[in-house]
């Protein structure tokens, strides 16, 4: 049972020389590597790590091809501005063939888990030395997962996985006892820039998590597109989350008087504090039919574009 420490009752800085210190004492003068993404949970991690281990935490960016456009590059650069050294790692063949005919969601989910913590990082372990991974699981990965709601890519233990035994290293988790809010704290308080600490949430499975049915290629490409128009045009929303996912199902529509038999991008938007419950948000009905139109010309294939309006739950906020 992992004792939680509400936003409210965090004091930051306290936190972080207290995380620092445990690190320090836990890798003692071994290696330690964890994989950033951009998102709030990683970078904290990341940055925490780095003030405790300097160059002997290794941190790479694991490109599955799955991120958002240009996500990539842009998240090495950011952190070189910090001062910290991120590996951008080309596993995108890898994610891919692994997803391969993959429908079902939990399948999915295990095979990206797979891939990402036996095959990548087995690899990236065995040829550093490494014997510890930092990752930024917290509280709400540890109970969706506990309560079969969803399996979160980086609970491991939760589920039985014994990280020394089955992929040769031990799993460090510095954020376990905070929710989103606290780790917003924190990061800012770490010195990390407003553009991370408030970065909105974004999924371990990425845009693999916007696909419903089999994830392919072409089909991420086709929710990349459609991702960067919807972030465009809610940004000025206020809302905690919002996203593109791409239906399995087509639909006829029509275009230049000829029928199409095209593809349909549901778009959610969601009001919520810590993503346990969440509501849609009320986005004016102009804003939506801007994005419609956007994504119907933009995007090759779209005919069709919906509007979420079920509550979290019985809704889930990713579709997949
Ligand atoms: P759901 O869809 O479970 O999402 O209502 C709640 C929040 O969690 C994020 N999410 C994930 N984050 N790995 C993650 O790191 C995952 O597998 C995952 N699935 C959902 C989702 O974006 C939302 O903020």
């Not at 620092?20 to 003068?29: F, H, P, Q, Y």
């Not at 049915?213 to 929303?237: C, F, H, M, Q």
Request: aromatic letters at 6%; a negative charge.
């Amino acid at each position: 049972m992992v004792e939680e420490i509400k936003a409210s009752e965090l004091n930051p800085e306290e936190f972080i020389s207290r995380k620092i210190e445990e690190i320090k004492s836990t890798v003692g003068d071994g290696i330690a590597i964890n994989a950033l993404s951009g998102g709030v949970d990683s970078s904290l991690v990341t940055m925490l790590g780095h003030k405790a281990l300097n160059e002997r935490l290794l941190t790479y960016f694991i490109d599955h091809g799955l991120m958002r456009e240009g996500e990539p590059q842009h998240i090495v650069d950011l952190f070189a501005n910090l001062g910290v050294k991120v590996e951008l790692v080309d596993a995108r063949d890898e994610f891919f063939s692994a997803l391969d005919g993959v429908e079902d969601p939990e399948e999915k989910r295990e095979a990206i888990t797979r891939t990402f913590y036996k095959d990548v990082f087995g690899r990236l372990v065995r040829e550093s030395g490494a014997k510890y991974l930092m990752q930024g699981t917290i509280l709400t990965d540890v109970d969706e997962t506990i309560a079969g709601i969803k399996r979160q890519h980086n609970v491991l233990s939760q589920l039985g996985i014994d990280t020394e035994e089955e992929y040769g290293y031990e799993t460090l988790e510095p954020l376990i006892q905070l929710r989103k809010d606290g780790v917003r704290k924190v990061a800012e308080a770490a010195g990390l820039p407003e553009e991370i600490y408030n970065r909105m949430p974004f999924l371990g499975p990425a845009l693999a998590g916007r696909v419903i049915g089999e994830v392919t290629p072409k089909k991420i490409e086709t929710v990349r597109k459609a991702t960067v128009i919807v972030e465009e045009l809610l940004a000025d929303s206020g809302a905690f989350q919002y996203m593109a996912i791409l239906h399995k199902d087509r639909v006829t529509g029509m275009r230049d008087g000829a029928r199409e038999f095209g593809q349909q991008i549901e778009v959610r938007c969601w009001e919520s504090i810590d993503a346990r419950t969440a509501t849609p948000t009320r986005v004016p009905h102009e804003v939506l039919e801007k994005i419609a139109d956007r994504l119907v010309n933009e995007v090759p294939g779209v005919v069709s574009v919906t509007y979420n309006v079920t509550a979290k739950p019985p809704s889930t906020m990713e579709a997949v």
